[in-house]
């Protein structure tokens, strides 16, 4: 009995499909089933192979990947990893895929030099979806119980809280989530969603459309203020720094943290530096152990901290780790994030 995870590559272009074949097929623990060049030939496949995982193009002739992605989960939902150019249209169609189901997205290697590093990362996604029942984890829903919305955005005032919030995979929908149940008047926020680089611009419009308040992807010097929540943009790690009573985020490159950049951890160790017990950490769903440690030094340095439960998760990984530290004083389903935050905050 074949015990590998199975794996369905499916891309237009016959280079993409040879180097994913050959890259996917050096892990001993993957073997790659099949390709197809477009979703007619998929659909196919995946009756014939019964893939464990799909690897899925986004930008594609006769049907796009999206329009594949939506049927896809309507008639056999099972885990997608989004493989995407970097453009501006495919960082859209990327959100959108991620919203309908897709579980990760990841960025084709821009040269020969960054296919290695690519398939570290696609090697560890594909392990870390297979075997999700994505029929029961794809409906989120903000509850009935969420947050009393204020109506007006409060964007001038600095904020003398902080919220930080570190995720991962199936983190888009679980930060859709927390960020579209906050109230305008919110404190300042910080996130960290481990997502290539280019894809955080689109993602953070995304939740600035579906939010009351204001969701854009942080810049080196922005001020972190009351009704504003600023995304970790792609490649770069984000820290919080102080000057007088203003705080403000760095933006900058260092190594990997965790295989990261952005990491959790590097956020979370800044916010226990310069916020303390002005903070609140929150873990949502992720594979791996990143935020855990800093979420311990959040909670040393008196801050409050709040992690998802199992129920609600895509992958437990990451809360997990934070709770095994003793770094989770609370552990709440995914709708009780966002008002246990700011239960916490006041």
């Known amino acids: 009995m074949d015990k590998k995870i199975k794996v369905l590559i499916v891309d237009d272009s016959a280079v993409v499909r040879k180097v994913f074949r050959e890259e996917l097929s050096r892990d001993k623990d993957l073997h790659v089933v099949g390709t197809a060049p477009d979703p007619y030939v998929a659909r196919d496949k995946i009756v014939k192979l019964k893939p464990d995982v799909i690897t899925l193009d986004i930008e594609m002739p006769r049907m796009d990947g999206l329009t594949f992605m939506k049927k896809l989960m309507k008639f056999h939902p099972m885990p997608v990893i989004i493989v995407s150019s970097l453009t501006k249209k495919s960082g859209r169609l990327a959100m959108e895929a991620l919203a309908s189901g897709a579980l990760e997205v990841i960025s084709k290697p821009s ?3 960054s296919v290695g590093e690519m398939s570290v990362q696609l090697i560890d996604k594909i392990k870390a979806v297979a075997g999700i029942k994505v029929e029961s984890k794809r409906e989120i829903k903000v509850s009935a119980d969420e947050p009393l919305k204020i109506a007006t955005k409060a964007l001038a005032v600095t904020t003398n809280k902080i919220i930080a919030i570190g995720a991962s995979t199936g983190g888009t929908e679980a930060l859709r989530v927390v960020l579209s149940s906050m109230p305008p008047n919110a404190p300042g926020i910080l996130v960290v969603q481990h997502m290539p680089a280019h894809f955080t611009t689109s993602f953070a419009e995304r939740l600035n459309e579906l939010s009351m308040i204001t969701v854009k992807e942080a810049k080196d010097g922005d001020s972190v203020v009351n009704g ?6 792609g490649n770069y790690h984000m820290l919080l720094k102080r000057s007088g009573a203003r705080y403000y985020v760095q ?12 990491a959790v951890d590097v956020l979370f160790h800044s916010v226990a530096n310069y916020a303390g017990s002005n903070a609140v950490g929150a873990v949502l769903t ?14 040393e340095a008196g801050a409050r901290t709040v992690v998802q ?6 992958i437990f990984g990451m809360p997990n780790e934070a709770i095994k530290l003793g770094a989770a004083e609370k552990v709440v389903s995914l709708k009780n994030i966002a008002g246990t935050a700011l239960k916490m905050v006041n």
């Open 309 to 314: 439960d199992e129920r609600s998760c895509i």
């Open 251 to 262: 933006i900058k490159k260092g190594p990997l943290v965790h295989h990261q950049r952005p």
């Open 111 to 113: 040269s020969a030099y």
């Open 286 to 299: 992720g594979m791996g152990s990143d935020g855990a440690l800093g979420l311990l030094k959040m909670k």
């Open 228 to 233: 504003l929540a600023l995304i970790a943009p």
